[in-house]
């Protein structure tokens, strides 16, 4: 694919597949079969003077998301909701969020039977800080539950001063920003506590699982109390000491959610590959978003001079169209090989981003957000497409958008 594409040119299909990862390393499937020999598959069976895997897991991604305390569990949302609970959420309390995120974000707080207030989100896909002014005022001393959504950061600064003023403790749903930083400092480090994701569609695969990390050490503790550690805390990677747990141990349920070795495995496997595919990931992005930027009619998210993303997807919005007109969008890219999820779609289709479609929670007037949403559209980047072929996705959604006029 050349520079010189022209708008308006005919431009050939792409045949990429948009779902299709890249193989786990080798010494990641090699570890896999290690734990698979030993039989020692659950985390706690293990002899008593070595760590587990996930254990070492733990030390190992707490080390590189420089946080105290990392729980390694079953998936990104079980992670929220541990961390609901461990911040002391109760039934019918107010936890406020994002009116744009994936649906296990209201779901996790579903789970606790708390009480979503969904706050608008703004052109730049991230949440609105003059919206949240106000509902942090009507709810000081709430719980926040704040989702990158899509890997867009906030100004930080800005939101945890929000925070502060009001009272309320933010839990970072990080499941797109692993790696990504505002002002320096990693997604996560924040707020009160931090969740992350290993499916397979974020940052290192394991096909399920998650993390929680956080440098309270109470919290931790109640974290991997309720992650269902059979008092066998002590064998953890990255957890307080035994005296913390004191207090906890007997106060928390055990709602299972642990990892495995297996998973642990190849997610320690992977991780020495992590900064590379954050840079990899970045120039994939770099390369659709420049040739979507040849269109003057598409609207891309504008981040702070502050905020470093991770271009693992890239949204844009086609503010001209309206509902007919961005079916046609799909339709027309999905003619010439480019898989585009349109979040406008009035019936969810797959991954359900639209807060009308969650039922469980108390309707919203969210103008602001249904405005943005009904003309935004979002494409996955996976690390098996070159940088060429990224550029000529982005060349193919430019060229689409010269040929459909609005109604
Ligand atoms: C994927 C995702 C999650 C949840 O992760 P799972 O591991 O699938 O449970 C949470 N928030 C957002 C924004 C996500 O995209």
């Known amino acids: 694919m050349s520079n010189e594409h022209h708008l308006g040119e005919p431009v050939k299909a792409f045949s990429g597949d ?52 990392c729980l390694a569990c079953a998936s990104g949302g079980y992670a929220m909701s541990t961390a609901l609970r461990a911040v002391g959420v109760k039934p019918d309390d107010v936890v406020l969020t994002n009116a744009f995120t ?12 708390a009480q979503a207030v969904l706050v ?39 939101l945890m001063r929000i925070a502060n003023e009001h009272s309320l403790t933010v839990v970072e749903d990080c499941a797109h920003t692993m790696g990504a930083t505002f002002d320096g400092t990693l997604s996560g480090n924040f707020g009160h506590v931090a969740c992350f994701s290993t499916q397979t569609y974020k940052h290192i695969n394991s096909g399920e699982g998650g993390f929680l990390t956080t440098n309270d050490p109470e919290l931790a503790a109640r974290a ?5 550690s059979y008092m066998l805390y002590e064998r953890h990677g990255a957890a307080p000491s035994a ?18 070795n297996v998973r642990a495995a190849m997610l320690l496997a992977q991780l020495p590959h992590l900064d590379t595919n954050l840079r990899r990931w970045n120039e994939r992005y770099e390369a659709m978003r420049d040739a979507i930027s040849a269109s003057n009619r598409i609207a891309l998210p504008q981040p702070t001079d502050a905020s470093m993303r991770i271009g693992s997807s890239l949204q844009f919005r086609t503010p001209w ?58 494409v996955r980047i996976p690390l098996t497409f ?14 689409v958008a010269a040929q459909i006029d609005g109604q």
């Open 386 to 399: 070159s940088v060429d072929d990224c550029q000529h996705v982005g060349c193919i959604i430019a060229s």
């Open 18 to 69: 948009f779902t299709l990862q890249e193989p786990l390393p080798e010494a990641a499937v090699e570890a896999v079969a290690e734990v698979m020999r030993s039989g020692r598959l659950h985390r706690y069976n293990q002899s008593a003077d070595e760590l587990s895997i996930v254990s070492r897991l733990e030390a190992a991604y707490a080390s590189w998301q420089q946080s105290q305390y």
């Open 243 to 260: 005296d913390v747990f004191e207090s906890i141990r007997l106060e928390m349920p055990n709602c299972s959610g642990r990892m495995d």
């Open 321 to 378: 169209l309206d509902e007919n007109g961005c079916k046609d969008f799909v339709k027309r890219c999905a003619a010439l090989g480019v898989e585009l999820k349109w979040f406008g779609n009035p019936t969810p289709v797959a991954f359900t981003s639209q807060h009308s479609s969650w039922h469980y929670v108390e309707a919203h007037e969210l103008p602001k957000t249904d405005q943005i949403l009904s003309t935004l559209f979002d």
């Open 102 to 113: 994936l649906a296990p974000v209201p779901g996790a707080i579903q789970s606790v039977n």
């Open 224 to 228: 991997i109390v309720l992650s269902g």
């Open 120 to 158: 608008e989100a703004n052109e730049n896909l991230v949440i609105d800080l003059e919206d949240l002014a106000i509902k942090a005022a009507q709810h000081s001393g709430a719980v926040l539950l704040l989702s990158h959504m899509r890997g867009h950061l906030a100004n930080m600064h800005e």
